[in-house]
C-alpha cells in the first residue's frame, strides 16, 4: 500500500481482557517496528521485526506482550490480560533501507483500558 | 543506550517568522544518525529531516534546516517562514543500529496567525 496502515484506531478494552493490533507495513518494506507512545511521552521501542524474523524484542514491558510477522509482511502486537498501564498509542513503523533514511510510520492505535 | 533530551515542552512562533527547537543527545557510539519528526494530531510520525554524525555540513530541506553540534551533542531544529501547517509536536531521535530509536519527550509547536 502506499502507507503504514494500523487497525483498529481505536480501542477500548476492559481490564484483563486480551487485545491485537494490526500493522499493514508498506509493500516490500522488510524492516518492521513496534512503538509504544504513553501520553506526553515520546514513542518508545517495543520490538523489530527483520521479515518474519524478530530479531529484537528487548523493549516488550511483560511477558503479556506479544509480536508476530508470519509471512514477513504483515505483524501482529497481542496483549494479554491488559492492565491500565498498558494505555497508550501503539506506532508500527516500516523502512526499506533500514535506519540511514529513518522509517515510515502509521497514525497509531490508541489503547485505552478502563 | 542513548538518552535524548527536549528541554522545550512547548513553543510558539508567529506566523512567517523563524523558530529554533532544541534537542541534545548522549550516546557512546561513533556512527549515529538524528532525525527530527513531526506529529500532527492524526499521531502519524512523519520524518522532517535527518543527519548523519559524520557529516559536518548541517542538513537542510526546504524550510526546515538543523544546528548539528557534534562535540556538544545538539542537534536542533530551525523552522523558516513558519507555517499554521507546521504546527505539530516535534520529537527528536538518535539511533546507531537502526534497530531501535531514542526519542525525545517532543516539543508542541503553535503557530499563531
Known amino acids: 500500500g502506499a502507507g503504514v496502515s494500523q487497525s483498529p484506531r481505536y480501542k477500548v478494552a476492559k481490564r484483563g481482557q486480551d487485545v491485537a493490533l494490526r500493522c499493514d507495513p508498506i509493500?516490500?518494506?522488510?524492516?518492521l517496528f513496534w512503538y509504544q507512545q504513553a501520553l506526553g511521552q515520546g514513542p518508545e521501542f517495543l520490538t523489530y521485526?527483520?521479515?518474519?524474523?524478530?530479531?529484537?524484542k528487548s523493549g516488550l514491558p511483560s511477558d503479556r506482550f506479544f509480536a508476530e510477522r508470519p509471512e514477513g509482511s504483515v505483524s501482529t502486537l497481542k496483549i494479554q490480560r491488559t492492565q491500565k498501564e498498558d494505555s497508550a498509542v501503539y506506532l508500527c513503523?516500516?523502512?526499506?533501507?533500514?535506519?540511514?533514511?529513518?522509517?515510515?510510520f502509521g497514525s497509531g492505535t490508541r489503547l485505552t483500558v478502563v | 543506550a542513548q538518552t535524548v533530551t527536549q528541554s522545550q515542552p512547548e513553543m510558539s512562533v508567529q506566523e512567517a517568522e523563524t523558530v529554533t527547537l532544541s534537542c541534545t543527545y548522549d550516546?557512546?557510539?561513533?556512527?549515529?544518525?538524528l532525525f527530527w519528526y513531526k506529529q500532527p494530531p492524526s499521531r502519524q510520525m512523519i520524518l522532517v529531516i535527518r543527519q548523519e554524525a559524520y557529516k559536518q555540513q548541517n542538513a537542510t530541506e526546504n524550510r526546515f534546516s538543523v544546528n548539528f553540534q557534534k562535540a556538544a551533542k545538539s542537534f536542533s531544529l530551525k523552522i523558516s517562514d513558519s507555517q499554521l501547517g507546521d504546527a505539530a509536536m516535534y520529537f527528536c531521535a538518535c539511533t546507531n543500529t537502526g534497530n531501535q530509536f531514542y526519542f525525545g519527550t517532543g516539543t508542541s509547536l503553535t503557530v499563531i496567525p
Open positions: 521485526f527483520q521479515n518474519e524474523a524478530q530479531l529484537d
Open positions: 513503523a516500516s523502512s526499506l533501507a533500514g535506519h540511514k533514511v529513518g522509517y515510515t
Open positions: 550516546t557512546s557510539e561513533s556512527d549515529y544518525y
Open positions: 509493500s516490500g518494506h522488510v524492516s
